[in-house]
């Protein structure tokens, strides 16, 4: 069962790029000061709990190249996930699961590209 809801690749670059330039201290519980989900990801950022998403892409890219298609940051089981789909040089679609603070991959699914 999935903490909290998902991150589309605009809110979580704009986010993440915002939490690289922000001074944000943290703010203690998320539900109480009723912050919204991407203050939740920018403050994650600041706080070191979740890798910046540009450093994370681009170490990604050296191990598994392809175009990224989509980008959800998810706090699950207590930490931090990167769910990521990446159209692989091959044609194959990906969903790799990273720990969002060490940017280790967790799990790795693939299949084959539809034909329109």
């Given at each position: 069962m999935r903490t909290s809801p998902r991150f589309t690749t605009r809110w979580a670059t704009a986010t993440l790029a915002?939490?690289?330039a922000a001074g944000l201290a943290w703010a203690g519980s998320d539900e109480a000061?009723?912050?919204r989900d991407h203050d939740r990801a920018l403050r994650a950022v600041?706080?070191?709990e979740v890798m910046p998403l540009p450093q994370l892409l681009e170490r990604?890219?050296?191990?598994h190249p392809g175009q990224v298609m989509?980008?959800?940051l998810e706090?699950?089981?207590?930490?931090?996930?990167?769910?990521?789909?990446?159209?692989?040089?091959?044609g194959q679609l990906s969903k790799l699961t990273l720990d969002a603070k060490t940017g280790d991959l967790l799990q790795?699914?693939?299949r084959a590209a539809r034909e329109r």
């Open positions: 915002l939490a690289m000061s009723g912050e600041q706080a070191g990604l890219g050296r191990s989509e980008v959800e706090h699950e089981r207590g930490r931090w996930i990167y769910e990521i789909r990446l159209l692989r040089p091959d790795i699914k693939s």
